[in-house]
T-cell receptor
Framework: GIQVEQSPPDLILQEGANSTLRCNFS?????LQWFHQNPWGQLINLFY???GTKQNGRLSATTVATERYSLLYISSSQTTDSGVYFC????????????FGKGITLSVRP | DGGITQSPKYLFRKEGQNVTLSCEQN?????MYWYRQDPGQGLRLIYY???????QKGDIAEGYSVSREKKESFPLTVTSAQKNPTAFYLC????????????????FGPGTRLTVL
């Protein structure tokens, strides 16, 4: 099956810093999503981005489908950005099942 | 207000008891999913259903059962056969892929924390 690798596994930032989170996948995909899991466990949808670039406030994402990677950019980080960031892909022929990466744990310190 | 609801938020169970976790969605989504998450780990798929009265096993279905009698509802039963049931359980849904270019974003409920005493 498709492999999804996220890097780095852990990231510690000082408040106000910028960061880039990476998601590599091993095969073509129908779509790709980024989620943020907050300290209460809720998964929040950040981006639905099978290709191209999208921006939402301080966050933006880029997926280069032909090169099989996606990047999530966080600018001017805040303590509320802390949590786990998951990348998930929907490969063709997978009966519409998302395959998740292991996640990136982000800690933003005041 | 559209979304996915899970109940209860916290659940405690004695060993040897079956327990059912509720998942309801009013997004008119065809497909629904159950995931398990252990502390510090990623998400693992338990069961999924793409249409009413049909469901398939995921990667870790042993010790679990589901039903899909209504489009809106996909309850998960954790049976006494599940050896390590203490975990965080997440329900999700999305529109069924019909082929071609279809907007197919998946959404999650708030989760249920199950603890076996």
């Amino acid at each position: 099956g498709i492999q999804v690798e996220q890097s780095p596994p852990d990231l510690i930032l000082q408040e106000g810093a910028n960061s880039t989170l990476r998601c590599n996948f091993s095969d073509s995909v129908n779509n790709l999503q980024w989620f943020h899991q907050n300290p209460w466990g809720q998964l929040i949808n950040l981006f639905y981005i099978p290709s191209g670039t999208k921006q939402n406030g301080r966050l933006s994402a880029t997926t280069v489908a032909t090169e099989r990677y996606s990047l999530l950019y966080i600018s001017s980080s805040q303590t509320t950005d802390s949590g786990v960031y998951f990348c998930a892909v929907d490969p063709p022929g997978a009966n519409s099942k998302l395959t998740f990466g292991k996640g990136i744990t982000l800690s933003v310190r005041p | 207000d559209g979304g996915i609801t899970q109940s209860p938020k916290y659940l405690f169970r004695k060993e040897g008891q079956n327990v059912t976790l509720s998942c309801e969605q009013n997004l008119n989504h065809d497909a629904m999913y159950w995931y398990r998450q252990d502390p510090g780990q990623g998400l693992r798929l338990i069961y999924y259903s793409q249409i009413v009265n049909d469901f398939q096993k995921g990667d870790i279905a042993e010790g679990y059962s589901v039903s899909r009698e209504k489009k809106e509802s996909f309850p998960l039963t954790v049976t006494s056969a599940q050896k390590n049931p203490t975990a965080f359980y997440l329900c999700a849904s999305k529109r069924k892929v019909m082929g071609g270019s279809v907007y197919n974003e998946q959404f999650f409920g708030p989760g249920t924390r199950l603890t076996v005493l």
